[in-house]
């Protein structure tokens, strides 16, 4: 840091101190996945999640961050909500979540329910901070869970993370939603952002009595979008009563090993982790 810095880079900016304890940071992790869609909704943070935990069980190091500052799910996924991050003086420290290293600006907040009022600077300052004030050490995989959209915060994670990153984009089977991924899958293509696939999330419902198969939301949507587009449809999620309950108790991981969208999680996890950034 030059003599007078304020630490306020974006009020300067001509240091490069901040960026050079960003790109340290950021070598140290060997993939960046960013969880994305057009439209919330979707289960786009359970899928992050769910991610996280899966390739936690398959031996690898997985920081998850929550990017989502105006409704940071996360916490909840994992019953942390009234849990607070803690700092050794320097660095944020990662809540460990079933394995997972866990950063959430709703750890941050003093009460679970208040709202983030910020303006786009104010966001990306805070990202920025969270992204090279973490201690995330040396790991595999660091998720980013995003807020749906293409606005500030996923504008400026892309521009912050440095090295090879690569997007999944999640969706669920009808056009309401494939219309706003269509242009999340156009952000990607504007930034430089490999996409490592698409996830259909909500994929049918299999009704626990009569085990027949109700496609709720459509169907098919997911892997029309992935062949228009020249990419791999990852994996499809049902809609299963046992994982969501699990999920709402906070116990997401526990919830995977008994759904059937723990085994379907696997086959997606082992994609992502041989894409190409």
Sequence with gaps: MSEGCSGSCGSCGSCGSCESKLQKKMDRIEQKILVLSGKG??????????????????????????????????PTLFSAQHLRLQTDGESLLP????????VSVGL??????????WRGPAKMGVLKQLLE???WGD??????DFPPGTGDEALSACQLISGGKKAVVVTTPQELSLADCRKCLDFCRQLDVPVAGIVENMSGFVC??????????????????ARRYSLPLLGTLPL?????QACDRGELA???????VGAEMEKIAAAVLSAQA
């Excluded at 790991?139 to 980013?144: A, E, G, H, K, T």
């Design 133 to 135: 004030e973490t201690d």
């Design 240 to 244: 299963d009563p046992v994982f969501m």
């Design 95 to 102: 809540l460990d979540c079933a394995g997972v290293q866990l």
């Design 108 to 117: 941050l907040l003093d009460d679970e329910n208040q709202a983030i009022v």
């Design 254 to 260: 526990k919830g995977l090993a008994a759904s059937p």
């Design 139 to 144: 790991i595999d995989v660091l998720i980013m």
């Design 41 to 74: 909704g979707v289960g786009k943070s359970t899928v992050a999640a769910a991610l996280a935990v899966t390739l936690a069980r398959a031996g690898k190091k997985v920081g998850l961050l929550d990017v989502d500052f105006h409704g940071p799910s996360q």
């Design 208 to 225: 626990p009595d009569c085990h027949h198969r109700h496609d709720l939301f459509s169907a098919g949507g997911g892997a029309e979008m």
